[in-house]
């Protein structure tokens, strides 16, 4: 079944080491999102991807970066993590803008020790 | 932005009642969505909803979009349709963000 793939289920980092979350779709869709977000709250979007074309929300930190490397795979790098940023991280897709459904993964609970 | 109300903010059932969540929004909108986010985490997508009335088994949703609403319905519940239930509509300036609800945290009790 064509889907949206992230690993890993669970991550757990140290406060200030790199850490690296990988998402995958079979969907072939040209829009992959990476949310975060926190326990009893909705997700927040931190950026898209329109094929290639970078696009980051205004509030998010410099902390969150992402890669795209081809139409089926991107990265959440966070590059120096604190406490604050433990969280679900749900990675989506969308054919084109959001006049389309919206597929999310299964996400990936991170944790900061 | 555009504001998403959801009510009740929590619910509980017992196994096998009907019940009809509701969204508010505060603008147009040219389409609408409501996801299941079960216990685990997993986000769902039920229903894409920009008009009218869509059935998929058990669940029904409804979206009057002249009047700025949009209604989930559940019946003979489940235990398995526990967990949030969110709706999210596109921001007006943004085509590539959803602006979602609070949420409804259901509970069914066997």
């Known amino acids: 079944d064509a889907m949206v793939i992230q690993n890993p289920r669970y991550q757990v980092t140290q406060f200030g080491k790199p850490v690296t979350l990988s998402c995958s779709q079979t969907?072939?869709?040209?829009?992959m999102y990476w949310y975060q977000q926190k326990s009893s709250q909705a997700p927040k979007l931190l950026f898209h991807y329109y094929d290639k074309d970078f696009n980051n929300e205004a509030d998010t930190p410099d902390n969150f970066q992402s890669r795209r490397p081809n139409t089926s795979f991107c990265f959440l790098d966070i590059r120096s993590p604190g406490l604050g940023d433990a969280a679900m991280y749900l990675c989506a897709t969308s054919k084109g803008a959001l006049n389309e459904k919206l597929f999310f993964g299964s996400g990936t609970q991170l944790s900061v020790l | 932005g555009i504001q998403v109300e959801q009510s009740p903010p929590d619910l509980i059932l017992q196994e096998g009642a009907n019940s009809t969540l509701r969204c508010n929004f505060s603008d147009s909108v040219n389409n609408l969505q409501w996801f299941h986010q079960n216990p685990w985490g997993q986000l769902i997508n039920l229903f894409y909803?920009?008009?009218g009335t869509k059935q998929n088994g058990r669940l029904s949703a409804t979206t009057v979009a002249t009047e700025r609403y949009s209604l989930l319905y559940i019946s003979s519940s489940q235990t398995t349709d526990s967990g949030v239930y969110f709706c999210?509509?596109?921001?007006?300036?943004?085509?590539?963000?959803?602006?979602f609800g609070a949420g409804t945290t259901v509970t069914v009790r066997a």
């Open positions: 999210a509509v596109p921001e007006t300036i943004n085509d590539y963000k959803l602006s």
């Open positions: 909803i920009p008009s």
């Open positions: 969907l072939n869709h040209n829009v």
